[in-house]
């Protein structure tokens, strides 16, 4: 159990272009902490948008609400068009699995969306959740599973449902959380397990009753299998919680909104990339660089939520989101609603066997403390996977940036394009040796400075 399995995110890290275009599982196969006879292939779950994601990223600078349209599962949909427009063919179907009665199905949940955190369902099937994110976790059963963006499941279901149907079907419902997520077809029954593969016909069958809310599955549910106990003192005890804000120019008399954090907007210089200037003892404040250089210590990281009523009325609202470590699984030392407080607060980490992940929701006016250990050299990335903010749900989110290599597959959309984001360089002088020759990197950028001299052009995002 201590060997890492699950699903990871591939998307595209260029502007908006994941949010239609490329994205997939990459699947590693470890062990799992119940048993199962036969696996589905991953169920990718993600909102949906029509509209080119580049336009998109320019309404969203201007604070003019970019619209998602509608749930796809696998790719599979449904989208009542205009019939009238040559775009709107029909024929769409939803996406269907097979059961056979007595098999143990494992089926891997993954949450590719730009804002949508999912409530998933199996009508009348109990899940049996036996991981989170890459982590075999004790197992326990639930009748939904809260799924939040950038986080993948595995569950195993019984082919044995509490209630029969006259058809052998059973809607697999995906319903937007009650505040995370804005779309405009919500339409939750969009994917089909059948008994009877020959049958074409939809399920009839009912919901379970759960909660809607959006929140992440109950702390208390999430045991990781092989335990970590994490040190009581951390070596950054001195760093201050991270917090971001909204940065709000004027050019040409128009309002572009970029983020930032620790008081700079990151805007990444396509010739100058920050893993080829590892000797640097100084950044340009445009890098946001924060440097982690501790050996195999602890270290804590508190995200707030908590703003002041002025700037949570200026932003329209506050609501959860969804934080992504990069390079490492961390630790939930807490999460909750309170208000953080430097002192009362840690009295309530939990230091033996916390869950652990690498996908959490940090929760609407309160505060979510991780810790990981610095063992894994490297320029790595916190950030939030809500992809798109309109005026009414603009709140706090929180990245971490990471350039040039190494990610573990995830993109950032609107947020980061807009400059919310920050490097942070884990043990900056022993990156060379963990990843060897950077000879190809160096390549690309000498190819891309050659070309930019011909075709110079005025960059329009971040560059991530």
């Known amino acids: 159990m201590g060997t890492p399995g699950g699903t990871l995110i591939i998307l595209s890290n260029t502007l908006t272009e994941s949010l239609v275009w490329h994205r997939g599982p990459l699947l590693i196969h470890g062990p799992t902490s119940g048993n199962w006879d036969e696996e589905l292939e991953p169920i990718i779950i993600s ?58 199905y494992l089926l891997r949940l993954v949450n590719t969306s730009t804002e949508s955190t999912f ?25 939904s599973l809260h799924l939040g963006i950038g986080q993948r499941y595995s569950v195993i279901v019984e082919a044995d449902p509490t209630e029969s149907t006259s058809d052998g079907a059973y809607w697999l419902r995906t319903t937007v959380a009650q505040g995370c997520g804005d779309v405009t077809q919500r339409n939750e029954t969009t994917a089909v397990i059948r008994y009877d593969e020959k049958s074409t016909n939809l399920p009839t069958s009912h919901p379970w009753n759960y909660s809607i809310l959006c929140q992440d599955e109950p702390y208390e549910n999430l045991k990781p299998i092989v335990p970590w106990e994490v040190a009581s003192s951390p070596a950054n005890a001195d760093d201050d919680p991270y ?70 009325d200026f932003l329209g609202g506050l609501k959860n989101h969804p934080i992504h470590l990069h390079g490492h699984d961390f630790a939930i030392l807490a999460q909750s609603n309170e208000t953080y407080d430097e002192i009362e607060s840690t009295k309530k980490f ?28 490297g320029v790595w990335l916190l950030h939030c996977h809500l992809g798109k903010i309109s005026l009414p749900l603009r709140s706090l989110c929180l990245f971490f940036t990471f350039l040039c290599v190494m990610t573990r597959g995830k ?54």
Not at 276 to 297: C, G, M, Q
Not at 356 to 374: H, Q, V
Request: include cysteine.
């Open 411 to 464: 993109c950032f959309a609107w947020h980061i394009a807009n400059g919310l984001g920050v490097q942070i360089l884990e043990r900056q002088y022993d990156i060379d040796n963990a990843l060897g020759s950077l000879d190809s990197t160096k390549e690309v950028c000498t190819a891309w400075n050659s070309w930019f001299k011909d075709n110079p052009f005025e960059k329009l995002d971040s560059g991530l």
């Open 350 to 377: 939990n230091f033996l066997n916390p869950p652990r992940r690498d996908s959490a929701l940090l929760p609407i006016n309160g505060y979510l403390a991780i810790a990981f250990k610095t063992d894994n050299p």
């Open 47 to 104: 909102d949906w948008i029509h509209a080119n994601p580049y336009q998109t990223f320019l309404l969203e600078t201007m604070r003019k609400a970019p619209q998602l349209d509608s749930i796809v599962v696998n790719g599979h949909g449904k989208f009542i068009c205009d019939k009238t427009d040559p775009k709107c063919i029909g024929g769409s179907s939803p996406y269907t699995g097979i059961f056979k009665k007595g098999k143990r």
């Open 243 to 312: 917090r971001a804000d909204l940065n709000v120019t004027y050019p040409d008399g128009k309002i572009l909104d970029h983020w930032r954090l620790a008081n700079h907007t990151l805007w990444i210089d396509y010739s100058d990339p920050t893993i080829l200037d590892l000797d640097n003892a100084t950044w340009n404040p445009s890098s946001n660089v924060a440097e982690y250089d501790y050996d195999n210590k602890w270290v804590y990281i508190v995200l707030q939520a908590n703003w002041t009523k002025a700037t949570a």
């Open 119 to 143: 409530i998933v369902s199996l009508d009348k099937h109990i899940l049996e959740v036996v991981s989170n994110d890459l982590v075999a976790i004790e197992p326990y059963k639930t009748k």
